[in-house]
């Protein structure tokens, strides 16, 4: 944590896009000056994102920090939002609401106006629209958005639209300029006659003052972007990629002015023009800039979809009436009316009526699933057939689909341990070049063949071309970008980029039974009675004692009889006996219910159903004993069912080289039987909630790396101890929370997807980072012109510009494949 940071406060999270970040170097120089503003801690630069993720503990902060990007040299764009406020009598309520608003992280600046009862917001960062409503209501006024989170979206695509088309129309003019010149210096080198042709019908100074005309179109032109941004960055002593592009093609256009307008200033035989170097360098990286960005807005594509699932309206009762309404006029509490075919607004749970909703946005399932009065819906979820009410539960940022767009932005803005090496490489990567740049033109000058200015000249441009550290900069965050968009289409969420790398070094998977391998949801199985009694009647008393239990296998029991039309008669008492069992009075008649202890502690022989226990035991199925009137009436089993998927994904853990260990309350006899039937490696048994840590333990002190797979709130300890917790999706907040990564579906399947996309996804990093550095390694030199004397080989600027663009294209592209993933 940043030395600065007040640990008083309480500390919040934030992403302040970014733009104008070019290479790896200005990621650094970003964070590092982020890094020493005070409050800040936890800073996480990303160049693929153009976005910035740092922890604060003060609103106040975060004006600071942008003033500081901004100082750096680069942009922090704004999203300005229109609000109607309601309520407002004077002065007081205009600076109460203002300050309402500034409360919120990410606000700039608020200005409310009293006349036209509105408010201007000018927002950095993830500000959405009701977390600005919802600060006015607090302070006591009315607020509606006339800009909704779909609207701040598509201005995001908008101005992301006119950066490409502005770098698509600078390409453009560059290429129409660039084309001629180069055909025409090149062409008089290699087409035979061109050159006297030209010579002949132009002249040679003509001809350099037409390349100096096209040359200085392109570099002050189309190349001015890069001396806005490379420029200011040399003044300040941190030179990025930027200043590499302006000090190479400024050297190659300003040697050739010299050679053209004064060439008696420079030595016999070195007069040389190279107009159609530094305009080729402009726009091969044009080029370059054009394909990322192209290339970038393809990586975020994940959450452009995710986003598309939010609802623009809903339909809520209001003075006994249901009216359209914005998303963020939505609040807790409110009644929704959803019809055929509409999008489910928000979370919440069903009060009228009854339809079926496909929920595979969540689940992953195609089959559209029923509701009815007492169901949950989640927001985004589509209504296919029927009509029905809900009561909203949570909203806005509180709301399921909201959370999943969070944890995928998370993960998308984080950096991995792998990234460590990169950001050591860069913070010295530019200035180191530059050094070998100048070092490469002091050697030629000294040793080189003449004319050694014009080897020196080239070569050394050379450097500074090819050593631009785009590749380096993109290589980790596209590929978690596509990565973990990929995940999520796949219902598999990382909370955060470590899990992904994690992830990928489980040895071991360990998982709770119940609930995660099983439906979680016990049935009734087994109901055998003695000669004395009635099987319906004992079964009646039975359930009138478990009716008075909220315990699953209890509930099991009353479904059971009420499944077989028993009338269940009431209960005049109940006891409970934790860990063995319950005693209750029903009919005027005593009915025990219990495990073989509690059978036996109260006398009763149970020899009669030792065979049937045995075989239930055999069938992984839980006995239970039940005693009337003070005899032995009945054996019970009750099973919690194996979900359809679970052996298919055990198969599939076990495909990946993984062993898959079972944690569970049950006995071990119970336990083993179904390890045996899953094919599971080893088995736990007998374990309280508590323990689970402890086994968790047991096996790290093996040296193994161990996944937890847990959902409910009993997990949540194991779900933290685990190298990375994995929780299902359909469990309890608090374990989704305790976990790296949540798998949304609720299917174990999940888990071999999210071990086999981190695999693909950490290989194609190091693909990236293999590239990256092997091209800059390997061509920096070759630049230099380490190879001229053994082959007599130089590289041209212009092939280094070409390459350079190249390296970027190419980590990109690799990093795409990832969407194409499938196990």
């Known amino acids: 944590m940043n030395a600065h940071t007040d640990l008083s406060a309480e500390v919040k999270r934030l992403n302040l896009p970014i733009s104008g970040m070019t290479c790896a170097s200005c990621v650094k120089r970003v964070e590092t000056a982020v890094s020493k503003v005070d409050g800040i801690s936890d800073v996480s630069v990303n160049l693929a994102t153009e976005s910035v993720s740092l922890n604060f503990n003060s609103p106040g902060t975060i004006t600071e920090v942008v003033r500081t990007i901004e100082d750096a040299g680069y942009e922090v764009p704004t999203t300005t939002m229109t609000f109607e406020i309601e309520g407002m009598t004077c002065a007081s309520c205009v600076k109460r609401v203002e300050d309402a608003l500034k409360s919120v992280d990410g606000v700039i600046a608020a200005s409310v106006n009293l006349a036209t009862e509105s408010a201007l917001v000018e927002a950095r960062g993830n500000v959405d629209a009701a977390s600005l409503t919802q600060a006015v209501k607090k302070a006591g006024y009315g607020a509606k958005s006339q800009l909704t989170d779909a609207n701040a979206l598509e201005q995001r695509k908008a101005q992301k639209d006119a950066e490409y088309a502005t770098l698509k129309r600078n390409l453009l003019i560059a290429v129409v300029f660039t084309l001629p010149l180069f055909v025409l210096e090149m062409g008089s080198h290699f087409i035979p006659g061109m050159h006297m042709l030209l010579m002949e019908s132009v002249g040679m100074r003509n001809l350099y003052f037409a390349y100096f005309v096209m040359a200085s179109i392109v570099q002050f032109g189309p190349g001015m972007i890069f001396y806005k941004k490379g420029v200011p960055a040399l003044l300040r002593f941190a030179p990025e990629m930027n200043s590499l592009v302006v000090l190479g093609s400024s050297a190659a256009w300003g040697y050739s002015v010299v050679a053209t307008f004064l060439p008696s200033l420079l030595p016999a035989g070195t007069a040389n023009v190279y107009f159609e170097a530094s305009a080729v360098i402009i726009t091969l990286i044009l080029l370059g800039r054009l394909l990322e960005a192209r290339a970038k807005g393809r990586t975020s594509e994940a959450i452009t979809?995710?986003?598309?699932?939010?609802?623009?309206?809903?339909?809520?009762?209001?003075?006994?009436?249901?009216?359209?309404?914005?998303?963020?006029?939505?609040?807790?509490?409110?009644?929704?009316?959803?019809?055929?075919?509409?999008?489910?607004?928000?979370?919440?749970?069903?009060?009228?009526?009854?339809?079926?909703?496909?929920?595979?946005?969540?689940?992953?399932?195609?089959?559209?699933?029923?509701?009815?009065?007492?169901s949950e819906v989640i927001g985004g979820t589509i209504n296919k057939t029927g009509s029905f009410e809900f009561r909203a539960i949570k909203v806005g940022a509180d709301s399921a689909l909201a959370q999943i767009i969070k944890m995928v932005e998370n993960a998308q803005g984080s950096k991995l341990p792998i990234q460590a090496l990169v950001d050591k490489v860069t913070a010295v990567f530019v200035p180191v070049v530059m050094l070998v740049a100048l070092i490469t033109v002091g050697v030629w000058l000294a040793f080189g063949p003449e004319p050694a200015l014009s080897f020196a000249l080239i070569n050394g441009v050379a450097v500074l071309i090819i050593a631009c550290p785009c590749a380096m900069g993109l290589a980790t965050p596209t590929s978690i970008m596509v990565g973990t968009g990929r995940a999520a289409e796949m219902g598999v969420l990382f909370r955060h980029g470590e899990a992904l790398q994690e992830l990928k070094n489980t040895q071991v998977v360990a998982v709770d039974k119940t609930g995660t391998l099983t439906l979680g949801r016990p049935v009734l199985t087994d109901f055998d009675v003695t000669d004395d009694f009635d099987k319906a009647e004992a079964l009646a008393l039975v359930a009138a004692a478990e009716a008075n239990s909220e315990h699953p296998i209890a509930e099991a029991i009353v479904a059971a009889a009420h499944e077989q039309g028993l009338e269940v008669p009431k209960t005049s008492s109940f006891d409970s006996f934790t860990g063995y069992g319950i005693r209750a009075e029903a009919d005027g008649r005593t009915v025990e219910v219990g495990a073989d202890r509690f059978m036996t502690k109260l006398g009763h022989e149970l020899s009669a159903f030792a065979e049937i226990s045995r075989r239930l035991g055999r069938e992984a199925k839980t006995p239970l004993y039940a005693a009337i009137d003070g005899k032995i009436a009945a054996i019970i089993a009750v099973a919690d069912p194996i979900k359809e998927t679970t052996p298919k994904a055990i198969d599939a853990l076990h495909a990946l080289s993984l062993k898959v260990a079972m944690i569970t309350g049950d006995n071990q006899e119970t336990a083993n039987a179904i390890a045996k039937k899953l094919k599971i490696d080893d088995v736990y048994a007998e374990v309280l909630p508590a323990g689970k840590v402890e086994v968790l333990k047991q096996i790290q002190a093996a040296n193994k790396r161990v996944s937890f797979v847990g959902d409910g709130i009993n997990d949540a300890p194991a779900l933290a101890q685990a190298d990375v917790g994995i929780a299902i999706g359909t469990g309890t907040d608090i374990a989704i929370e305790s976990a790296d990564v949540v798998l949304m579906s609720g299917d174990v399947q999940g888990v071999a997807n999210a071990i086999a996309l981190s695999k693909a996804t950490i290989k194609n990093i190091q693909q990236n980072l293999f590239w990256a550095f092997a091209y800059n390694v390997s061509l920096i030199p070759v630049a230099a012109g380490v190879l001229y004397p053994s082959t007599g080989t130089l590289l041209s600027p212009m092939l280094a510009a070409g390459a350079m663009a190249l390296s970027s294209v190419f980590v990109l592209g690799n990093a795409l494949r990832l969407k194409r993933f499938a196990v």
């Open 305 to 374: 979809k995710l986003m598309s699932l939010q609802a623009k309206s809903a339909r809520v009762l209001r003075d006994g009436k249901f009216v359209e309404v914005s998303l963020d006029e939505v609040i807790a509490g409110d009644i929704v009316q959803v019809r055929p075919g509409d999008k489910v607004p928000v979370d919440g749970e069903v009060t009228r009526g009854n339809s079926f909703v496909d929920e595979a946005m969540i689940s992953g399932e195609p089959v559209p699933v029923e509701k009815s009065v007492g």
